[in-house]
């Protein structure tokens, strides 16, 4: 019996040193490549950006931000990343920050359906875990759940669960860059065009005027923090219910910013229900972000 558990405990060990292992190559090559879009964030620092676009896929694929660029002179980049909540949002923007980068201009897209939640989308989960060692982003998760300790102190628990994005297939783009990355030199992308024929149905996209919204104010008080002003948009919506009701929670909302010293823009019903410019219910296609982005400078945003 005892030669059985000394036999035990030496296979264990040996499991758990090449676990152990193989979680600090695959982190080395991850931390080095800049295939995803937090991956090439995490390579940008020390650098000064007049301006930052920041959100979900719908501030992603959204803003032009080379014609923003040509058109006033400055320098920005679209730090925002799909599939991303506002948690995600904040913490993204916080790491940014530490890296020894500086904004003087904010511009965060939010939606009724997601600026108050304090949930983390699943979609988003697994692209954070190679720098689950940094303190501020495992200190940031740990909120979410018991299993963001596994995560971090189990050896590579992490990339085994999530191994459809972290596997080693990943090690191989990263490592020999085999695969292009799908957003621009700005951090942009754009959606194609498409034949969009417009919702089948609309929906109500109202702020909850009574949210504690945790995570939007955590965001505010890190760009006064660092003096950055903070400037709220929503992105045009193809399938919105825009009656006198959404009128008056849009009016009511912008004003609860403004108590904040945070202006707040709504293009959410710009295009109305015109399908023209749209790549799906919540998307636009390049055409419709080089469009908005022509909106955007003449209502003088930047």
Not at 24 to 32: E, G, H, I, N
Not at 212 to 236: G, V
Not at 238 to 260: L, Q
Not at 286 to 291: C, N, P, S, V, Y
Request: glycine share 4%; net charge neutral; proline share 4%.
């Amino acid at each position: 019996m005892k030669r059985f558990f000394i036999k035990l405990f030496v296979l264990l060990a040996i499991t758990f040193s090449l676990f152990w292992v193989l979680d600090l190559a695959f982190t080395y090559v991850f931390k080095k490549g800049y295939y995803t879009k937090i991956q090439w964030l995490a390579t940008v620092k020390d650098q000064h950006f007049n301006y930052a676009m920041h959100g979900s896929s719908r501030a992603f694929t959204t803003i032009d931000v080379p014609m923003i660029d040509s058109a006033r002179k400055i320098k920005g980049i679209n730090i925002s990343v799909d599939g991303s909540s506002i948690p995600d949002q904040y913490i993204m923007l916080k790491l940014f920050l530490k890296n020894g980068n500086t904004i003087d201009k904010l511009f965060l897209q939010i939606d009724p359906f997601s600026s108050n939640t304090e949930d983390i989308f699943d979609f988003a989960i697994p692209k954070f875990l190679p720098y689950l060692k940094d303190s501020a982003i495992f200190n940031h998760f740990k909120q979410f759940g018991p299993e963001w300790y596994a995560f971090r102190y189990i050896p590579f628990y992490r990339y085994a669960k999530y191994n459809t994005l972290w596997g080693a297939h990943e090690v191989l783009i990263d490592q020999f860059h085999l695969l292009p990355t799908d957003f621009d030199q700005y951090g942009d992308y754009f959606y194609p065009e498409v034949n969009y024929k417009g919702p089948e149905k609309l929906r109500d996209l109202t702020f909850d005027l009574n949210g504690k919204y945790k995570f939007l104010n955590q965001i505010i008080s890190l760009c006064d923090e660092h003096k950055i002003k903070l400037i709220l948009f929503t992105a045009p919506v193809a399938d919105i219910i825009i009656d006198s009701a959404y009128k008056k929670n849009i009016a009511a909302f912008t004003s609860m910013m403004k108590a904040k010293g945070v202006d707040y823009y709504n293009y959410g019903d710009l295009y109305g229900h015109d399908p023209k410019f749209f790549y799906n219910e919540i998307h636009i296609t390049r055409k419709g972000a080089e469009d908005f982005t022509r909106q955007m400078l003449a209502d003088g945003r930047f």
